[in-house]
């Protein structure tokens, strides 16, 4: 997620052409968005943090159930 606001950032800095950024060749902001595109298509899959992210959302979802279920029945 701090590669896209970096992105988002970047894209907005050198289209209103602020301060250095203004010289900033659009070659660079391309290339971050490509990495970006790497990252979240290969790589995060490859290290699995894209399961780990939902086993814990799944997790959460779980835990907020039973808690729920139990505090019915007090």
């Keep these: ?5 970096l992105l988002v950032a970047l894209v ?12 900033l060749s659009w070659w660079w902001i391309v290339a ?3 990495l970006a595109f790497i990252w979240f298509e290969f790589i995060e899959k490859m290290l699995g943090l894209d399961k780990k992210k939902a086993h814990k959302e799944d997790e959460l ?9 139990f505090d019915k029945r007090k």
């Design 32 to 34: 971050l968005a490509v």
């Design 61 to 69: 979802r779980r835990k907020a159930r039973v808690k729920q279920t």
């Design 12 to 23: 907005a800095l050198r289209f209103f052409e602020v301060w250095k950024f203004a010289q």
């Design 1 to 5: 997620m701090p590669l896209i606001l």
